[in-house]
């Protein structure tokens, strides 16, 4: 049976406001920046407490989204993106994001799961009612020690960092085509590896 689906809801994670640009907790946002680029995605309609673009990639509509709510209240925006177009959440909804666990330039694609104490990613669930949407996690690297996590996360990459993420946002861009076609096991094959950092 050939894979048939209405439209795909991708959204990035990050906060809005100038002085939150390129910091490491607004990888969600970048993701969704260079997918706007590559596929000609207008992404500046305001709606659903976020800015919106629709637009297809491969063959496949898709919304592209960065909820203006700020990262805590993520699942406002989310929940409204949802009822309004009404896709099955579990396949049809693609979460990006940032994480501390992974190196800069490395990814990760999940089924589901907890929100593995990134902000968002609870908000988001609290608002769903369950964990059981695609996500593709994005690395910013580990906090250094002593430092603390909010300023960590909203700190700006390092000029050295910048093309490991390069690689890694090229590499999300790959994964989220391969779940737009439901080869999932095919991407986290493919991306949940550990990457050799370029120094």
Not at 42 to 55: F, Y
Not at 140 to 166: C, T, Y
Request: hydrophobic share 40%.
């Amino acid at each position: 049976m050939k894979w048939c689906r209405e439209m795909f809801i991708i959204v990035g994670l990050g906060n809005p406001g100038k002085e939150y640009v390129n910091t490491r907790h607004n990888a969600g946002f970048m993701a969704i920046d260079s997918l706007a680029d590559e596929f000609g995605i207008d992404v500046t309609t305001k709606k659903h407490k976020a800015l919106i673009g629709k637009g297809t990639i491969n063959g496949y509509k898709v919304v592209l989204a960065k909820p203006q709510t700020f990262m805590n209240l993520s699942g406002e925006s989310v929940r409204e993106l949802l009822d309004f177009y009404k896709v099955d959440e579990t396949v049809e909804l693609i979460i990006i994001y940032d994480d501390i666990t992974l190196d800069v330039g490395g990814i990760r694609v999940r089924k589901n799961g907890s929100a593995g104490g990134h902000n968002g990613i609870k908000s988001i669930i609290a608002h769903v009612g369950h964990q059981d949407f695609r996500r593709i996690r994005v690395g910013i690297g580990e906090k250094p020690p002593k430092m603390d996590l909010a300023d960590w996360v909203l700190g700006h990459f390092k000029k050295e960092d910048e093309e490991n993420l390069k690689e890694g946002i090229d590499n999300a861009k790959k994964a989220l085509k391969l779940l737009l076609e439901d080869e999932i096991d095919e991407a986290m094959n493919r991306f949940n590896r550990k990457v050799e950092r370029k120094k």
